[in-house]
T-cell receptor, first 116, second 114 residues
Framework: NAGVTQTPKFQVLKTGQSMTLQCAQD?????MYWYRQDPGMGLRLIYY???????DKGEVPNGYNVSRLNKREFSLRLESAAPSQTSVYFC???????????????FGAGTRLSVL | AQSVSQHNHHVILSEAASLELGCNYS??????LFWYVQYPGQHLQLLLK??????LVKGIKGFEAEFIKSKFSFNLRKPSVQWSDTAEYFC????????????FGKGTKLSVKP
């Protein structure tokens, strides 16, 4: 049981390049989330997916797209990276009602992204 | 605007000192409250949570928090900190009906001097 797995762990991009951050969870959770963490800003929600096939914008969605490929996987795409997107990105999933203790978010190890 | 406020950006303590980190939120209605900890270079881990019932909740590693509804507060406490408690601490709120979305405070960095 690996929990929430993110790849890659580190990435350096040039301005304008694109990339996809991958996230997978093996806990059969319905809902998944993408956050970005910046110094002094805490974690801010980029997008979330309440269930397979649905996605919704969070607090800071501009410049990002997401895909809920299946119940396990939720990817985050930067189509044209900008220096302002330099950040640490965390994926999370949340325990389902009736699945042990509900409403607990479990986080991946993060992806540290630098855009030059 | 609805928000979660953590009062201290950086707290520096000596080992064995007592700790209290403040957290206030501005949402009415039902809320679930959380404290997460992030050790240097690591991901967030759940420290403790409040859903309902006894407003004094105990978490891992000797931490506890008290929910005071009238003050919209959920302060984190530990009677005696250790060097290994050096980390960043995040308060988070989940509003009822929010599809599980967490609103985080900006975090408090705790440095414990040996």
């Amino acid at each position: 049981n690996a929990g929430v797995t993110q790849t890659p762990k580190f990435q350096v991009l040039k301005t304008g390049q694109s990339m996809t951050l991958q996230c997978a969870q093996d806990m059969n959770h319905n809902s998944m989330y993408w956050y970005r963490q910046d110094p002094g800003m805490g974690l801010r929600l980029i997008y979330y997916s309440a269930s397979e096939g649905t996605t919704d914008k969070g607090e800071v969605p501009n410049g990002y797209n997401v895909s809920r490929l299946n119940k396990r996987e939720f990817s985050l795409r930067l189509e044209s990276a900008a220096p302002s997107q330099t950040s640490v990105y965390f994926c999370a999933s949340i325990s389902n009602p009736g699945q042990g203790i509900k409403n607990i978010q479990y986080f991946g190890a993060g992806t540290r992204l630098s855009v030059l | 605007a609805q928000s979660v406020s953590q009062h201290n950006h950086h707290v520096i303590l000596s080992e064995a000192a007592s700790l209290e980190l403040g957290c206030n939120y501005s949402y009415g209605g039902t809320v679930n409250l959380f404290w997460y900890v992030q050790y240097p270079g690591q991901h967030l881990q759940l420290l403790l949570k409040y859903f309902s019932g006894d407003p004094l909740v105990k978490g891992i590693k000797g931490f506890e928090a008290e929910f005071i509804k009238s003050k919209f507060s959920f302060n984190l406490r530990k009677p005696s900190v250790q060097w290994s408690d050096t980390a960043e601490y995040f308060c988070a709120v989940m509003r009822g009906g929010s599809q599980g979305n967490l609103i985080f405070g900006k975090g408090t960095k705790l440095s414990v001097k040996p």
